[in-house]
C-alpha cells in the first residue's frame, strides 16, 4: 500500500492528490489549480453592519471592537471565511473616503458662501470718535461728493482715504442723506393739509375743502327708535307704513381729524454726536479749502496748496499751534478762570 502523500485517486474530472500537505487538484491538462482563498468581498448584510457603525461615531475602531464585529460578520451566510486583516483594510478606506468626502463639501460650502457674500461698506475700518465728525462734514457740506473731496476729508480726518470712501459710498448707497435735520421735501399730500379754524362753524376743516367734513351719525337710542305709525295710506293701489322720523339733533360739537402723517426717517447705525466748537471748525476748514476764489486770492508767500497729507496739514497750521497751545495750558492750569474759562473745558476739547 502506497503512503497517503503519494495517495493519487483518478476521476473522471481529473485527479486529487497531497501536495506538501495542500490539497491540490490535477485537471485532465495536467495543470494544478491552488485551494481557493479565503473570502474577502463582503455581502451585502454584512456591510451594512460595517456602515451602520461606521456612521455611529465609531470609524476607528480597537481591537476588541474589531473582534466583536468579526464575530457578527463570520456568523452571516458567506462570509464565513472573512478575516481581521480584511476588517482593518475596510475601516482604512472608509477613513480615506469619508476625509476627502469631508474636505470637498467644506470646500464647496467655502465657496458658494463667498460667491454669494456681499461686502457691504461699512464705518467699522473707521476709528469711534471720527464718526461723528465725518457725519458733519458729509450732512452740512455735500451729500455727493467727488473724490477729491474726499481725499481733504480724510486729511482733516486724520483717516485713511479708502475707509472714507467707503463710509460715503455705504451712505449713498442706502440714500440717509435725509437724515438728522435735512429731510426731503415731498409734496404735500391730501392727509398731510393744514388745518384751519372756521369761525362761522366752529368746527375744524381742512383749508382746501369748501365743506365741513360730514358729522358722523348719531347713537341709537330708546327715544330714538322707529316705530310705525298706526294710520295707512293708500299709494298705487298699495297699503304702506309710515315711518315718523326722528327728532332732529344737534350738530356734534366735535369732530375727529386724521393726524398729519410724518415720513419716515430710518436712523443710520450710528447717530451723530458731534461737538459744536468741532463741527464749526471742522465746517470752517472745509469751506476754506474748497472755495475757488480762495486759490485765485492767495498769492506768495503764502501761496495755496490743499494739503494731501496730515503732515502738510499740520505745516499749514504751524503758526497757530504754539498760541493754541499757550492758550489751553493756561486753561488747564486755572490762570483764565477769573475771565470764565473752565479747567474742564481744556480736557474736552
Same mark, same amino acid.
Given at each position: 500500500m502506497t503512503s497517503n502523500s503519494n495517495l493519487l485517486h483518478a476521476?473522471?474530472?481529473?485527479?486529487?492528490?497531497?501536495?506538501?500537505?495542500?490539497?491540490?487538484?490535477?485537471?485532465?491538462?495536467?495543470?494544478?489549480?491552488?485551494?481557493?482563498?479565503?473570502?474577502?468581498?463582503?455581502?451585502?448584510?454584512?456591510?451594512?453592519?460595517?456602515?451602520?457603525?461606521?456612521?455611529?461615531?465609531?470609524?476607528?475602531?480597537g481591537m476588541r471592537e474589531k473582534q466583536e464585529l468579526l464575530e457578527r460578520i463570520q456568523a452571516l451566510p458567506g462570509t464565513?471565511?472573512?478575516?481581521?486583516?480584511?476588517?482593518?483594510?475596510?475601516?482604512?478606506?472608509?477613513?480615506?473616503?469619508?476625509?476627502?468626502?469631508?474636505?470637498?463639501?467644506?470646500?464647496?460650502?467655502?465657496?458658494? /458662501?463667498s460667491s454669494t457674500t456681499i461686502?457691504?461698506?461699512? !464705518?467699522?475700518?473707521?476709528? @469711534?470718535?471720527?464718526?461723528? *465728525? #465725518?457725519?458733519?462734514?458729509?450732512?452740512?457740506s455735500n451729500t455727493d461728493p467727488p473724490q477729491e473731496l474726499i481725499d481733504t476729508w480724510a486729511v482733516l480726518l486724520d483717516a485713511d482715504s479708502t475707509a472714507v470712501s467707503a463710509?460715503?459710498?455705504?451712505?449713498?448707497?442706502?440714500?440717509?442723506?435725509?437724515?438728522?435735520?435735512?429731510?426731503?421735501?415731498?409734496?404735500?399730500?391730501p392727509s398731510t393739509r393744514s388745518i384751519s379754524l372756521d369761525p362761522q362753524r366752529k368746527i375744524l376743516t381742512p383749508k382746501s375743502s369748501p365743506e365741513p367734513p360730514p358729522l358722523p351719525p348719531p347713537p341709537i337710542s330708546s327715544s330714538h327708535v322707529l316705530r310705525p305709525q298706526q294710520h295707512q295710506h293708500q299709494e298705487h293701489g298699495h297699503s304702506q307704513?309710515?315711518?315718523?322720523?326722528?327728532?332732529?339733533?344737534?350738530?356734534?360739537?366735535?369732530?375727529?381729524?386724521?393726524?398729519? /402723517?410724518?415720513?419716515?426717517?430710518?436712523?443710520?447705525?450710528? !447717530?451723530?454726536?458731534?461737538? @459744536?466748537?468741532?463741527?464749526? *471748525? #471742522?465746517?470752517?476748514?472745509?469751506?476754506?479749502?474748497?472755495?475757488?476764489?480762495?486759490?485765485?486770492?492767495?498769492?506768495?508767500?503764502y501761496p495755496y496748496q490743499r494739503p494731501k497729507t496730515g503732515k502738510e496739514l499740520n505745516v499749514l497750521f504751524s503758526s497757530c499751534t504754539s498760541p493754541m497751545e499757550e492758550f489751553l495750558g493756561r486753561v488747564k492750569n486755572g490762570s483764565l478762570e477769573r475771565f470764565g474759562f473752565k479747567r474742564e473745558w481744556a480736557q474736552t476739547r
Open positions: 476521476t473522471d474530472h481529473g485527479s486529487h492528490t497531497l501536495v506538501g500537505g495542500d490539497l491540490a487538484i490535477i485537471s485532465p491538462s495536467g495543470s494544478v489549480a491552488a485551494k481557493s482563498k479565503p473570502r474577502t468581498r463582503l455581502t451585502k448584510e454584512a456591510a451594512k453592519i460595517l456602515n451602520d457603525v461606521f456612521e455611529s461615531g465609531l470609524r476607528n475602531p464565513e471565511d472573512y478575516q481581521m486583516k480584511s476588517l482593518g483594510f475596510w475601516f482604512q478606506n472608509k477613513r480615506s473616503q469619508w476625509k476627502l468626502k469631508s474636505t470637498q463639501t467644506q470646500q464647496a460650502t467655502t465657496s458658494s /458662501s461686502i457691504r461698506p461699512s !464705518p467699522r475700518h473707521l476709528k @469711534p470718535e471720527k464718526i461723528p *465728525l #465725518l457725519h458733519t462734514l458729509f450732512y452740512k463710509w460715503v459710498a455705504a451712505e449713498k448707497k442706502l440714500s440717509l442723506a435725509s437724515f438728522h435735520g435735512y429731510p426731503p421735501q415731498h409734496p404735500k399730500s307704513a309710515v315711518i315718523a322720523p326722528a327728532a332732529p339733533r344737534s350738530p356734534s360739537p366735535f369732530v375727529v381729524v386724521k393726524e398729519e /402723517s410724518k415720513p419716515l426717517i430710518i436712523p443710520t447705525a450710528v !447717530p451723530p454726536t458731534t461737538d @459744536p466748537i468741532r463741527s464749526d *471748525l #471742522l465746517l470752517a476748514l472745509h469751506h476754506e479749502f474748497s472755495d475757488p476764489q480762495r486759490q485765485r486770492s492767495m498769492t506768495a508767500p
